[in-house]
């Protein structure tokens, strides 16, 4: 069976730092894109980052842009999504998704792209 999980959420003031994983079974991650979406309260889901698949190549929210990082240990079929100077308005549900959809810059916030989706886990930013 495909798994995504995704865990590492948590309670964290403004300011400070959380680190996200997303770990993969049931398919072959190296040729997968594993993205990350979230979706505050009230809000649409909407795109985080994205890493491509094999070596990676990342691309990232403006809003996030400088302060999160996507990286891939492809041996552990996992993805970290490190979250640094978060806010208030990064409080959402995390989700972690995966394509096998060739991703390009026009493309890696679609979610109709992503095959495979993971349960969330909620970060909280209070300020």
């Known amino acids: 069976d495909v798994q995504l999980q995704a865990s590492g959420g948590g309670v964290v003031?403004?300011?400070?730092?959380?680190?996200?994983s997303c770990a993969a079974s049931g398919f072959t991650f190296d040729d997968y894109a594993?993205?990350?979406?979230?979706?505050?309260?009230g809000k649409e889901r909407e795109g985080v980052g994205c890493i491509r698949s094999g070596i990676g190549g990342t691309?990232?929210?403006?809003?996030?842009?400088?302060?999160?990082?996507i990286s891939r240990d492809n041996a552990k079929n996992t993805v970290h999504l490190q979250m640094n100077r978060l806010r208030p308005e990064d409080t959402a549900v995390y989700f972690c998704?995966?394509?096998?959809?060739?991703?390009?810059?026009?493309?890696?916030?679609?979610?109709?792209?992503?095959?495979?989706?993971?349960?969330?886990?909620q970060v909280t930013v209070s300020s």
């Open 59 to 69: 691309f990232y929210r403006n809003s996030v842009k400088g302060r999160f990082t």
């Open 34 to 41: 594993i993205g990350w979406f979230r979706q505050a309260p």
């Open 97 to 121: 998704a995966a394509t096998s959809v060739r991703i390009i810059l026009s493309t890696w916030d679609l979610e109709y792209n992503y095959n495979y989706w993971g349960q969330g886990t």
């Open 13 to 20: 003031q403004a300011g400070g730092s959380l680190r996200l």
